[in-house]
């Protein structure tokens, strides 16, 4: 079964930085999508970053362009989340996210319903 690690949340200050890991298990796809979605209280789930396994191909949602960073270390089997000049609209529960097969990172992270598993969130909290 796919299991999703997610670790590294905590509070941080405005304009601080942070970075979230997602340790998972090996997939039995080669290729396959994964992510970070978040959800602030009262709001939807969103899709931030997406990573692209057969292409490397990443997704970033507008809000945290030239702010946040997806990388992965295959060897580790994780994926991580780096997250600068944050802001306190940052605030929220991070989610790593996968889904196995080709697609288009964008596709998963804009719909949600295409993800095909989740980790257990991580609360993230920034402070102004």
């Known amino acids: 079964d796919v299991q999703l690690q997610a670790s590294g949340g905590g509070p941080v200050q405005a304009g601080g930085s942070l970075r979230l890991s997602c340790a998972f298990s090996?997939?039995?796809?080669?290729?396959?999508?994964i992510g970070w979605f978040r959800q602030a209280p009262g709001k939807e789930r969103e899709g931030v970053l997406c990573l692209s396994s057969s292409d490397s191909n990443i997704y970033y949602a507008d809000s945290v362009k030239g702010r946040f960073t997806i990388s992965s270390d295959n060897a580790k089997n994780t994926v991580y989340l780096q997250m600068n000049s944050m802001e306190p609209e940052d605030t929220a529960v991070y989610y790593c996210?996968?889904?196995?097969?080709?697609?288009?990172?964008?596709?998963?992270?804009?719909?949600?319903?295409?993800?095909?598993?989740w980790g257990k969130g991580t609360q993230v909290t920034v402070s102004s």
């Open positions: 090996r997939f039995t796809f080669d290729d396959y999508v």
């Open positions: 996210a996968a889904r196995l097969g080709s697609y288009y990172p964008g596709a998963v992270c804009g719909n949600k319903n295409r993800v095909d598993y």
